[in-house]
């Protein structure tokens, strides 16, 4: 399964950094991903890291500003969200990618809430 | 990037009837790589199908999907009580972006 974790309330302009613990199965062996949803507002993929985190990827609407990252000892994924503004204010969903880069989620956290509000 | 348009937004149907969702990409997707998946109020998305046509393990055999190129579909052939919910196709041939939804209430 997968457990969000970190989410909450910050000032635009803040920073957050949410976290994913994995267990039941081995998650060294899959990419990984974070995927969004603003309230009332379908899903928007976000980013996704390779099994050894050599390989990341951004939607353009974060690029820069978030970073994904992964710590396969631990067996966790991490978003670490900077300059956040409104449109960021969503639920942040941690997802197991089935087999390639871009594929199918086939298993998904139960989300983190964050709202980025003054 | 690949839009995906839903359509309907809203389908209103009777537990029984059939359910027929489309999801049109704005450029062919390669390998047929759509996704679909339901969610209902408060939970995560569940993935239905990958591969344009392929059920995930221990998803009802009422689900199927079918299409390719750019115009792809899902359908359930009889509805249950359990199957009213938001359903998204994802498309991940090119980079993956999502459709913007159909919600499918009871009538």
């Known amino acids: 399964q997968l457990v969000e974790s970190g989410g909450g309330l910050v000032q635009p302009g803040g920073s957050l950094r949410l976290s994913c613990a994995a267990s039941?199965?081995?998650?060294?062996?899959?990419?990984m991903g974070w995927v969004r949803q603003a309230p009332g507002k379908g899903l928007e993929w976000v980013a996704n890291?390779?099994?050894?985190?050599?390989?990341?990827y951004y939607v353009d609407s974060v690029e820069g500003r978030f970073t994904i990252s992964r710590d396969n000892a631990k067996n966790s994924l991490y978003l670490q969200m900077n300059s956040l503004g409104v449109e960021d204010t969503a639920v942040y969903y941690c997802?197991?990618?089935?087999?390639?880069?871009?594929?199918?989620?086939?298993?998904w956290g139960q989300g983190t809430m964050v709202t980025v509000s003054s | 990037e690949i839009v995906l348009t839903q359509s309907p937004g809203t389908l209103s149907l009777s537990p029984g009837e059939r359910a027929i969702f489309s999801c049109r990409a704005s450029?062919?997707?390669?390998?047929?790589?759509i996704a679909w998946y339901q969610q209902k109020p408060g939970q995560a998305p569940r993935p239905l199908m990958y591969g344009a046509s392929i059920r995930v393990t221990g998803i009802p055999d009422r689900f199927s999907g079918s299409g390719s190129g750019t115009d792809f579909t899902l359908t359930i052939s009889r509805l249950e009580p359990e199957d009213f919910a938001v359903y998204y196709c994802q498309q991940y041939g090119t980079s993956t972006t999502f459709g913007q939804g159909t919600k499918l209430e009871i009538k």
């Open positions: 039941g199965f081995t998650f060294s062996t899959y990419w």
């Open positions: 450029q062919s997707v390669r390998a047929n790589h």
């Open positions: 997802a197991r990618s089935q087999l390639l880069a871009y594929d199918v989620f086939n298993m």
């Open positions: 890291i390779k099994q050894d985190g050599g390989e990341k």
